[in-house]
């Protein structure tokens, strides 16, 4: 009886533990998946930011050019 008592602790805390290390595991893949998304989308939005600026500079400049001209 003794026995099957400290048998079955042991199992649940078996179970406990797994399930812990489980729910530990998901939740740093699931918050590795968010920050490489998150990283990706402020690279994109840099990036669109830059071309942005970069196509604004030409545009002053071919104004500049122009009115020079």
């Known amino acids: 009886m003794i026995f099957y008592i400290k048998e079955h ?3 649940i805390w078996n179970f406990i533990h797994i399930t812990c ?3 530990i ?4 893949i699931l918050l590795t998946v968010i920050l490489s998304i ?3 989308i402020f690279k994109y939005k840099q990036i669109c930011y830059f071309i942005i ?3 604004r ?3 002053i400049k071919d104004i ?5 001209l």
């Open 9 to 11: 602790f042991y199992g």
């Open 21 to 23: 290390l489980d729910i």
């Open 25 to 28: 595991l998901c939740s740093c």
């Open 38 to 40: 998150l990283v990706s």
């Open 53 to 55: 600026r970069f196509n």
């Open 57 to 59: 500079n030409i545009y």
């Open 64 to 68: 500049l050019n122009i009115e020079i």
